[in-house]
């Protein structure tokens, strides 16, 4: 990759051709041209509106969501450190939540608090950040269900707080701006006994080991649920699961998650997910949707 442009100057960290393999869940892919990692909100505000507006910019979480290709990620990809993972208790109700906060640390302050209605975070291997952008859910419950605001940095360095409604929630997609970083959101709940709430994250955990690969590298679940369907079942029924392609596979045990089983390349990997696209379009005449997020260029 080029470097073509001057970088503002920065109080956190900011890294030239960081690898993303160790960052994401797949453990696959290319370096990011820069790796911002900012000290605080006016840290990230003050570098991005500096920042040449031609330079592109984009959020990473725990990267469970994401494909990073072979090429890496040009521009600046900007990782949440833990001076964006604070959560206080705003009121009976509701918490505030830094944009790197994890799904577990939000449900068990929101227990601690006696809020319940956050259980389904403690499922989603993300931070708030991710939650927030792609209106994350699971157990019938979504960031759209609880969310009452975010606070973002946009890609122009203006800080803004943006209310439910401006966030365009559907199925696992926002409308957040191209750019905007996540920083901070605030979720409402119903109060709630911390024991009940425990015993429901409790239930949720299990229901989770018995049904995916969580110890894998992996991107979660690959393609989203078409309407009145399940796309693991079109997976399963046009005979995908378990099919490879070079160090990628559909996992056996939950064939909507695609796993590196260890020297996968990113290309592998997304050939694979479209391969499975072209069968499952054959085989049913619907074509599945990506969920996972797939970013940077090919080698
Ligand atoms: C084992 C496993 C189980 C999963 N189960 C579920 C599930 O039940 N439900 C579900 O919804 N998802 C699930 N996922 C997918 C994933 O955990 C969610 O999509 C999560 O919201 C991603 O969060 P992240 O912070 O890791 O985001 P990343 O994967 O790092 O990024 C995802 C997207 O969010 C953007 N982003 C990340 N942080 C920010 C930020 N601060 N500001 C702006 N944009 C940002 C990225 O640019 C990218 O577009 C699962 C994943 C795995 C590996």
Same mark, same amino acid.
Request: net charge neutral.
């Given at each position: 990759?080029?470097?073509?442009?001057?970088?503002?100057?920065?109080?956190? @960290?900011?890294?030239?051709?960081?690898?993303?393999?160790?960052?994401?869940?797949? @453990?696959?892919?290319?370096?990011?041209?820069?790796?911002?990692?900012?000290?605080?909100? #006016? +840290?990230?505000?003050?570098?991005?509106?500096?920042?040449?507006?031609?330079?592109?910019?984009?959020?990473?979480?725990?990267? $469970?969501?994401?494909?990073?290709?072979?090429? *890496?990620?040009?521009?600046?990809?900007?990782?949440?450190?833990?001076?964006?993972?604070?959560? /206080?208790?705003?009121?009976?109700?509701?918490?505030?939540?830094?944009?790197?906060?994890?799904?577990?640390?939000?449900?068990?302050?929101?227990? +601690?608090?006696?809020?319940?209605?956050?259980?389904?975070?403690?499922?989603?291997?993300?931070?708030?950040?991710?939650?927030?952008?792609?209106?994350?859910?699971?157990? *019938?419950?979504?960031?759209? +269900?609880?969310?009452?605001?975010?606070?973002?940095?946009?890609?122009?360095?203006?800080?803004?707080?943006?209310?439910?409604?401006?966030?365009?929630?559907?199925?696992?997609?926002? #409308?957040?701006?191209?750019?905007?970083?996540?920083?901070?959101?605030?979720?409402?709940? =119903?109060?709630?006994?911390? $024991?009940?709430?425990?015993?429901?994250? +409790?239930?949720?955990?299990?229901?989770?080991?018995?049904?995916?690969?969580?110890?894998?590298?992996?991107?979660?679940?690959?393609?989203?649920?078409?309407? *009145?369907?399940?796309?693991? =079942?079109?997976?399963?029924?046009?005979?995908?699961?378990?099919?490879? @392609?070079?160090?990628?596979?559909?996992?056996?045990?939950?064939?909507?998650?695609?796993?590196?089983?260890?020297?996968?390349?990113?290309? #592998?990997?997304?050939?694979?997910?479209?391969?499975?696209?072209?069968?499952?379009?054959?085989?049913?005449?619907?074509?599945?949707?990506? /969920?996972? =997020?797939?970013? *940077?260029?090919?080698?």
């Amino acid at each position: 990759m080029t470097v073509c442009y001057a970088m503002p100057p920065v109080r956190g @960290k900011l890294t030239h051709g960081a690898p993303l393999a160790p960052l994401v869940w797949f @453990k696959s892919g290319g370096a990011a041209e820069y790796l911002f990692e900012p000290a605080d909100v #006016d +840290d990230l505000a003050t570098f991005l509106y500096a920042l040449d507006p031609s330079v592109p910019v984009m959020g990473l979480g725990l990267g $469970s969501n994401l494909i990073v290709r072979d090429g *890496g990620v040009p521009g600046v990809v900007v990782r949440l450190g833990k001076a964006f993972a604070k959560i /206080e208790r705003r009121d009976a109700t509701t918490l505030r939540c830094g944009g790197g906060a994890s799904g577990i640390l939000v449900s068990s302050s929101a227990r +601690d608090a006696g809020i319940a209605g956050l259980e389904f975070m403690r499922s989603i291997p993300g931070t708030v950040g991710g939650f927030v952008r792609m209106n994350g859910g699971a157990y *019938g419950r979504e960031v759209k +269900d609880v969310l009452v605001e975010a606070d973002v940095v946009l890609r122009s360095g203006e800080r803004r707080t943006l209310a439910l409604g401006d966030l365009g929630y559907t199925y696992r997609h926002s #409308d957040l701006p191209a750019g905007a970083i996540v920083v901070g959101a605030t979720f409402r709940g =119903q109060p709630g006994d911390p $024991s009940a709430i425990q015993a429901e994250m +409790d239930r949720i955990a299990a229901a989770r080991e018995e049904s995916q690969p969580l110890r894998s590298r992996t991107g979660g679940s690959t393609f989203k649920n078409p309407e *009145g369907h399940k796309a693991w =079942q079109l997976v399963d029924e046009a005979g995908c699961r378990g099919l490879r @392609k070079g160090g990628a596979q559909v996992s056996e045990k939950h064939c909507n998650f695609l796993l590196n089983l260890g020297d996968a390349t990113s290309a #592998d990997i997304e050939s694979l997910g479209e391969e499975v696209r072209e069968k499952v379009k054959a085989n049913s005449g619907v074509m599945l949707e990506w /969920e996972i =997020q797939r970013v *940077g260029v090919a080698k």
